[in-house]
């Protein structure tokens, strides 16, 4: 069985669990047969204390009728036992536990009153000579134990009671040893995890109440059964060679799929011989699937770190590709030879532009954001990508143009749609065709959905693919390195908003998958007309802030012509100096966000502690709609897009050049978002 790799500090939690669980239960195993061959627990439990436990003496005092009695035995002859009246003294509550400090000659002393309803008829205490922290959970075990002891003393003085009685009660009381089953049963019953005892040839002898939970399907077999007819993957052969089992096993009981992490441990007799094992399987299932998820989610928002960035970086090219090929075609219109040119380098340009465009909305959607979302705007996005990545792959889309929104995650839909596109092309890998869809549609007792339809020409699939498609870690493809999480992630979105999918696939006939997501209330807004442009004053001055040369200059230079003065900085620290001590009053700076040294962000910081009011273009490849709000908090006037033409600088400083100047807002703690 494949080993798994855990960290030294898990390993260590969960053998010092287990070494503990091992150790309470030969102390059960103890008391029980203590009960059965008729000694006394006062006389003999505490020696067993000590022994399976960290303390150093242990003292148990019952009230007889007659006479107390006490048991007394410790590892440290510096340890005294205490009396009756020392102890009801410190334990002044009487019913309840405590753990005290420095009392008598023990740093460390544990009281538990044992009770017969609500009358202490002794006590039990365990003491350690240095003072040491016990945390909770050594606790709450210590105190599980001291009740299994109190049920044993009561039930001990139960069997001395009934052996006075006729042989009708004693036929009642059936035997001690099924007393003895009884209680050990509801002991272990407590165990969160399943726990199974299994012999030398791999059968099972007893199966706790989590077990029988868990395979509550085949309850009546567990008994008795051998163990590799319950679970796969376990050899029942490895019990008689006296090998121990660890790692993960993956099982599926009815239409549920279990991981479960294995674990087994032998028990020994007085001679030191293995007699059973125990296997504890504790389901990780959810475990996994968190940590699945987040594995993907924080590996798709990378990738979408990387797009963005790579984007922003090829809007700062096209930006100069794109203008400079703007202000030449104004200049070419005598020679059409050369203003084809021109116009297949500006057509190449828009058409980068777009692919950068959808890379960028690609990387803003990373991040979850829940809100009104446009099924089109993201199938779109997706389709291009998908179209660009993959050449062989011809790729249909009908999108209902008067689609309404939903109400849903826009990150976790793209996620849902590039995992059933991706797959739809490896399902044709041989080129192929995929077919995506979106329209309104009344469904499940004539409700509204959104349904997205994805239908391919591939491969298709059986009825026992078509079964276990949506489970997690379940995947038909060969590589080691799928996860297999793709499909029930998508099966996860759709559901948890609210809606279902329908699978319709045969083998060689292709597949189709059916979203169904319920129609959202937001409304989608309609876009206003833009008001006439006005002609930008002649005397107006703009402060252009760009690091990069080309752009400065290509901006600079079309506001020239337009007969503006022109002021440019190279950095934030240079606008900041020009802005302070201006050769002319400045009426409006176009403003990059990400440049070297100071950023856009700390331009905008400085200009609002300093008071400054100016009208404030952001220009930026690279920014999320929550960026914008925030930043239009902070007075700006408009966002300039790159990659831009001449026409889009122009259009839109005329448009704030003819508005008045923003109000600059109180200073505040909040820090402006990064671009």
């Given amino acids: 069985m494949k080993k798994n790799k855990f960290s030294p500090e898990s390993v260590l939690f969960q053998w010092n669990f287990y070494e503990r669980t091992i150790a309470n239960y030969s102390i059960i195993m103890k008391i029980f047969q203590y009960i059965e061959d008729g000694e006394s627990l006062v006389n003999y439990i505490p020696k067993v204390f000590v022994e399976e436990t960290d303390f150093d003496m242990c003292q148990i005092i019952r009230n007889g009728k007659d006479e107390a009695q006490e048991g007394f035995f410790t590892i440290d002859d510096s340890l005294k036992s205490l009396s009756l009246r020392e102890i009801e003294h410190l334990n002044r509550a009487l019913f309840s536990p405590c753990l005290l400090t420095n009392v008598s000659t023990c740093g460390t002393l544990y009281i538990y009153p044992l009770l017969q309803d609500v009358d202490v008829f002794g006590y039990l205490l365990l003491g350690k000579k240095d003072a040491i922290q016990l945390d909770e959970h050594v606790l709450r075990e210590l105190e599980l134990l001291c009740q299994v002891l109190n049920k044993s003393m009561l039930l001990n003085i139960s ?32 165990s969160p995890d399943v726990l199974l005892l299994v012999d030398k040839s791999g059968r099972i002898c007893f199966a706790n109440k989590k077990a029988r939970m868990q395979f509550d399907e085949r309850k009546a077999l567990l008994v008795g059964e051998k163990i590799d007819n ?35 441990y032998p028990i020994k007799d007085e001679t030191g011989a293995v007699v059973f094992k125990s296997i504890v399987l504790k389901d990780v299932m959810d475990e996994k699937l968190i940590e699945e998820e987040n594995n993907h989610k924080s590996n798709m928002e990378s990738i979408g770190k990387l797009a963005g960035g790579v984007a922003h970086d090829f809007n700062n090219l096209l930006t100069g590709v794109l203008g400079y090929a703007s202000l030449l075609k104004k200049h070419m219109t005598d020679d059409k030879q050369l203003l084809r040119y021109v116009e297949v380098i500006e057509g190449s340009a828009r058409r980068a532009a777009k692919l950068t465009e959808h890379l960028l909305n690609f990387s803003r959607r990373q991040k979850r954001s829940t809100g009104i979302v446009d099924v089109n705007v993201i199938v779109d996005d997706v389709l291009f990508l998908l179209g660009e990545s993959f050449r062989d792959l011809q790729v249909v889309k009908d999108l209902d143009p008067l689609l309404p929104p939903i109400k849903g995650d826009e990150g976790e839909l793209q996620h849902a749609l590039l995992n059933l596109c991706v797959n739809a092309r490896d399902a044709t890998a041989n080129g ?50 799928k996860l297999g999480m793709g499909l029930y992630m998508v099966d996860k979105f759709v559901k948890g908003h609210g809606g279902f999918i329908e699978l319709e696939s045969e083998p060689g006939q292709g597949t189709r998958f059916s979203l169904y997501l319920p129609v959202g209330t937001g409304k989608t807004e309609v876009p206003q007309p833009e008001p006439e442009l006005l002609p930008a004053a002649q005397n107006s001055t703009v402060l252009v802030v760009e690091d990069e040369d080309t752009i400065r200059e290509l901006v600079g230079g079309i506001l020239k012509r337009e007969g503006l003065k022109v002021l440019e900085a190279p950095d934030g620290r240079k ?20 440049m070297p040294g100071l950023r856009g962000e700390g331009v905008l ?19 999320n709609e929550n960026q914008r709000e925030k930043l239009k908090g902070w007075g700006i006037n408009a966002f300039l897009d790159k990659p831009y033409r001449e026409t889009d600088v122009l259009s839109l400083v005329r448009k704030v050049l003819a508005q008045g100047p923003q109000p600059v807002p109180e200073k505040k703690k909040s820090t402006l978002p990064r671009a």
């Fill in 159 to 190: 069997i001395d009671r009934l052996k006075a009685l006729d042989d009708l009660r004693l036929r009642d009381l059936d035997s001690k040893l099924v007393l003895t089953k009884t209680l050990l049963n509801t002991v272990i019953d407590q």
């Fill in 230 to 264: 319950l679970i796969s993957g376990i050899d029942s052969d490895s019990f008689e060679k006296d090998l121990l089992l660890h790692g993960n096993i993956q099982y599926r009981i009815g239409d549920q799929f279990k991981l479960f992490e294995l674990e087994s």
């Fill in 432 to 481: 192929g065709k995929l077919r995506v869809r979106t329209e309104r549609k009344k469904h499940m007792g004539n409700k509204d959905f959104i349904l997205i339809q994805i239908e391919d020409n591939g491969t298709g699939m059986d009825q026992d693919i078509r079964k276990r498609i949506f489970e997690p870690s379940f995947t038909t493809k060969e590589s080691g390195t």
């Fill in 575 to 594: 606008a900041l100096e020009v802005l302070q001590h201006p050769p002319r009053p400045i009426d409006l700076v176009i403003l990059d966000m990400v």
């Fill in 605 to 623: 910081t400085r200009l609002k502690e300093l008071g400054i009011d100016v009208r404030v273009i952001v220009s930026s490849g690279f920014m």
